[in-house]
Structure formats: structure tokens, C-alpha cells
């Protein structure tokens, strides 16, 4: 009797220890794979944040300043992303997962993983030191106005107006500029002969940045080489329709503005010449081949053509800078009619930060928090 109750005891407290044991590698493989999950979440808001950059917070966002945003995961947890912006070109990005065994939802046994990275802009270098900067020669007649005094856009926040002046026209040594009348062009000086211009990588490098890298962010490819009359939309919930091809961001600031564009400056990629018939837009413009704006187009940003600046007819206005490389050497570039191109650092630089890309710091970018 003894005996068997001995045995009894021995055999309950191996089945106890077996089971406890048992729910205790149970839980230790739970927690594992919870951590696990909270992890991949934190990182998942992390990438997610890269991919799907948002370039408003690019020129909106102000030093030292935090928001938050949330993704859910199905079935695995849900992570919450700070954005705190540390100055003008870097951002400190933290991504906090959590996830929970069982349901995702439960808030038992929760795990929690913490993880952050320094984004920096990929801001494009573009080397514009003239209201027009043209790879060949030039003929300025009509009654056109090419001026490079550095120019303020009306209404615009952020510009510094002690920037210095350009030249109105930047040309190589061995360039011929033909100007009808000594006022169609103002600048300091009026004409800058420059043999970089004369280098296709002026046209093609920007720092960060080259031609086939913007042209891979491209927000709108003009592939018939005449694009519809551009102005800014909304969506129904009256923000601003980043979606449409006919929408080039909003430059104007006085009345009749498109106030949630103001911040959108889209790349535009034409990949033949362009012809402009009217509309507004602002950005980077780059037009693998000839130039041509008609009707009352305005521009603000910087146009890059492969080939050259033609003709148009109308009133066009473009306020920043356009570049032509001249491609086929056989053409010349001409700016004629009444349009008028202003220099405008301010109009350069809200394009290059508008457009930018992040990308992670090179060192010590990221970091397991917890």
C-alpha cells in the first residue's frame, strides 16, 4: 500500500514538472515568436515610411517638429511612426511595433520593439548660374525679357532676398548670343561665358542626383509631347490630387489658388519635345528634346531640355531657370515672342527640396532602440 502510494506521488510530480515544463516552452516559444512580430512591425513602419515618402513635410515640416502615423498589420500587430525633423535635410524617424499572442488585438502577453533611423534628403545640386544656361548658340529677339536678377515669387514663404544676381544668359566661350536689343536681357553680368555649360554632365549630374534617377521619380511621363492646359486639382476630400497627370502643383498665391497644392512640386519627364499651349505648374521639368511654350504658360522651378529652347508664341512666363544642352549641335536655341524668364533662387531651391527623395544617413543610421 505504502509503496503503491509512493508511486503514486513520484508519478504525479513527474507529470506536474513534465506539464509545467511543457507550458513554460509553450510560452517561452509565444513570447519568441510575439517579439518576433513586434520586431518585423517596427521594422515593416520603418521601410514602409521610405517607400511611400510623402515630399510635404519636405518644405512644411519645421525644425524640431514631431507627428505621428499608424499602419496595421493583419494578423501580425500594428506599428506607430514619430517623424521629428532634426534640421533643413535630415529627419529622426522612430517605428514602435506590437504585436500580441493569439489575436493581434489581445493585450495579453504583448511584446513591444522600438527601432529608429536618420533619413537625410536627396536633395538635387543643380548648377544654374543664369536665368537661361544654354550648351550652343542663342538668338533673343521679339520682345521677349531674360533677367537675371534674382526674383522673389510673389506670396511665396522662405525665400532669402539677399541671394545674389545671375547672369541672364549663361553661354560657352566659343558660343554666338545674338540679343535684337541690349534691354531683353539683364543680369550681373548680362552674358556669362562659362565653359562648364559646354560639358554634358552640367545637363545630366546634380549632386545626389542624375538625370536617370529623377527620371525614375518621375510623378507625371509626357510620352505625346503635348501635355494638357496643367492647374492644380483636389481630390473630393479636398486634398491636394497628387494622382492626376494634369496636375503640376499649385505656384500661385494670390487669389484663385489652389491652397493644398502649394507644396507639390512634381517631377514632370517628357520623352520627346514638349510644346506648352498654357496652364501653371512648379517643379522639375525635364524634356528630352526642344522646348516650345506658347499661350500664357507659367513655370516655376527649373526646366531642363536636352536639346534646345524654340520659338513660341504668347505671354509664357517661367520664374527660376531653364537649361538646354543642345544635343543636336546642328540647332540653336531662341527665345523669342513675349516670353519672360526670371531668375529665382527661391523658385530653384523650393523645386529641388519639393522634389526630394530620403534616403537612410550613411553611418549609424539605424538603430534597435529596444
Known amino acids: 500500500m505504502f509503496m503503491a502510494l509512493g508511486a503514486l506521488v513520484i508519478i504525479a510530480v513527474l507529470i506536474a514538472g513534465s506539464s509545467f515544463i511543457t507550458l513554460q516552452e509553450s510560452r517561452l516559444g509565444q513570447n519568441t515568436l510575439v517579439s518576433s512580430r513586434a520586431f518585423t512591425a517596427a521594422e515593416y513602419g520603418l521601410n514602409k515610411i521610405q517607400a511611400d515618402w510623402d ?20 494578423g501580425q500587430g ?14 529622426w524617424i522612430v517605428s514602435e511595433g506590437r504585436a500580441a499572442a493569439g489575436d493581434a488585438t489581445s493585450a495579453s502577453r504583448t511584446a513591444v520593439k522600438r527601432v529608429g533611423a536618420i533619413l537625410r534628403l536627396r536633395i538635387p545640386t543643380i548648377r544654374a548660374n543664369g ?53 531683353q536681357v539683364v543680369g550681373s553680368p548680362q552674358v556669362m ?11 545630366i549630374r546634380y549632386g545626389d542626383e542624375t538625370w536617370n534617377t ?3 521619380m518621375a510623378n507625371v511621363t509626357i510620352t505625346n509631347g503635348n501635355p494638357p492646359n496643367v492647374a492644380p486639382t483636389l481630390n473630393a476630400d479636398g486634398t491636394c490630387n497628387k494622382s492626376s497627370t494634369s496636375n503640376w502643383g499649385e505656384p500661385w498665391r494670390s487669389a484663385g489658388y489652389v491652397e493644398p497644392c502649394i507644396n507639390y512640386f512634381p517631377i514632370i519627364y517628357s520623352t520627346q519635345s514638349i510644346a506648352f499651349n498654357g496652364g501653371r505648374g512648379q517643379g522639375i521639368l525635364l524634356v528630352d528634346g526642344d522646348v516650345r511654350i506658347n ?29 538646354a544642352r543642345n544635343a543636336n549641335i546642328a540647332d540653336n536655341s531662341e527665345v523669342l515672342g513675349n516670353i519672360t524668364v526670371n531668375y529665382s533662387q527661391c523658385s530653384l531651391e523650393h523645386a529641388m527640396r519639393g522634389s526630394a527623395q530620403v534616403v537612410q544617413a550613411k553611418q549609424r543610421a539605424w538603430t534597435e532602440i529596444y
Not at 59 to 73: I, P, Q, R
Not at 296 to 323: C, H, P
Open 295 to 323: 499661350g500664357n504658360f507659367e513655370w516655376y522651378g527649373l526646366i531642363v531640355a536636352r536639346d534646345d529652347i524654340v520659338k513660341g508664341n504668347g505671354n509664357a512666363t517661367l520664374v527660376g531657370a531653364i537649361m
Open 214 to 216: 529623377l527620371v525614375s
Open 55 to 74: 515630399k510635404t513635410p519636405n518644405l512644411k515640416m519645421l525644425n524640431g517638429a514631431s507627428f505621428d502615423t499608424t499602419y496595421t498589420l493583419t
Open 78 to 91: 500594428v506599428c506607430r511612426v514619430r517623424y521629428t525633423r532634426l534640421n533643413n535635410e535630415t529627419f
Open 131 to 183: 536665368a537661361v544656361t544654354v550648351n550652343g548658340n542663342i538668338q533673343v529677339q521679339g520682345s521677349p525679357l531674360v533677367n537675371g536678377t534674382n526674383h522673389i515669387p510673389s506670396g511665396w514663404d522662405g525665400c532669402d532676398a539677399t541671394q545674389p544676381d545671375k547672369a541672364g544668359i549663361v553661354a560657352p566661350p566659343s558660343a554666338t548670343v545674338s540679343i535684337q536689343k541690349s534691354d
Open 193 to 203: 561665358r562659362d565653359a562648364l555649360v559646354a560639358d554634358s554632365n552640367t545637363y
